[in-house]
């Protein structure tokens, strides 16, 4: 889709949004997250996935927006739901969850032409020990790109401090997935690699709009697409977390559209 909102273009084509523009981004942001903290009283075992993505479907249209997801690229559903060593773009299914699986569910609305996309970790059931420290890690590696998020500071700087926390607790970073930018568009400029060296690639400015959405691996970050062309798992079968934000630049730091209104974006059952 071509993106035809006001403000202008960096060099790298990165739009800068105006203050007024922050407003749209909350309410989206907003909506997205609170379906999120809605949904989790229906992640248990013996639930399946369709289902969550059916109640999804039903909360975007109660209240009145619409889900970018429905019709993207041929994309059927309002959610992507990832279970286990699916990395990301998991389709809903009719598979049941069983105890102990682990999954990230994926929402993006479109609120008054603004977008609001974030996911977080569920559990089915009883939390397994190497899950919980996958999902910590990959919470607090988002909370390290985030707050490397200030005018002047560049995307090799989120993505620098993404990896070396990640690879300090000898866990990896999925290459093949990365953030974006948005705004009045669903994907736009730059890509928001959750990897790099400090002091590269383009330099923060005001008014920039992205999502860091990190995806991390026990084993190692190689992935691969199945035959629906859709759902991405690790090609070593081992588990895989992510955790998505969509923020933007401010004057001296960042906001964070997508914060839960419940305070529960974190999840507590990790200690
Ligand atoms: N919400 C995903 C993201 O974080 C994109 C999903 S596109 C879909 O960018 F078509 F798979 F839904
Ligand atoms: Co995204
Ligand atoms: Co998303």
Redo the contacts with the bound molecule.
């Keep these: 889709m071509e993106d035809t909102a006001r403000g202008r273009l960096t060099k790298d084509g990165i739009r800068i949004y105006e203050p007024g523009d922050f407003a749209g981004m909350h309410a989206a942001g907003r909506l997205a997250a609170q379906i999120l903290d809605e949904i989790s009283d229906h992640v248990f075992p013996g639930q399946n996935t369709a289902e969550i993505d059916r109640i999804i479907t039903q909360k975007v249209e109660e209240a009145g927006a619409k889900s970018a ?1 429905i019709g ?2 041929g ?1 059927q559903h309002a959610s ?1 739901i990832s279970v286990n060593h699916v990395v990301c ?1 998991g389709i809903p299914g009719d598979k049941k969850l069983k105890d102990g699986d682990i999954l990230n569910i ?1 929402v ?1 609305v479109i609120v008054d032409g603004w977008f609001g ?1 974030t ?1 977080r970790m569920y559990v089915a059931g009883k939390l397994p020990r190497k899950a919980e420290r996958l999902i910590q890690v990959t919470h607090d590696a988002l909370f390290k790109g985030i707050e490397a998020v200030k005018p002047g500071n560049t995307f090799g700087d989120i993505g620098y401090a993404i990896q070396s926390y990640v690879e300090s607790h000898r866990m990896s970073v999925v290459r093949d997935f990365c953030g ?1 930018g948005l705004g009045r568009v669903f ?1 736009a400029p730059p890509n928001v690699l959750h990897y790099g060296r400090a002091g590269t690639g383009p330099v923060l400015e005001e008014g920039m709009f992205f ?1 860091i ?1 990190p995806m991390v691996n026990l084993g190692r970050p190689e992935t691969k697409v199945l035959a629906d062309d ?1 759902t991405a798992v690790t090609r070593d079968k081992s588990l895989s977390a992510q955790f ?1 934000h969509s923020v933007g630049v401010t004057a001296d730091g960042v906001e964070i559209f997508t914060l839960s209104p419940a305070d529960r974006f974190h999840p507590t059952w990790v200690e």
Excluded: L, P
Aim: glycine share 0%.
């Design positions: 997801t993207y690229k994309y992507c773009h994926d993006t996309d996911s974006h994907h999502t959405e859709w998505e």
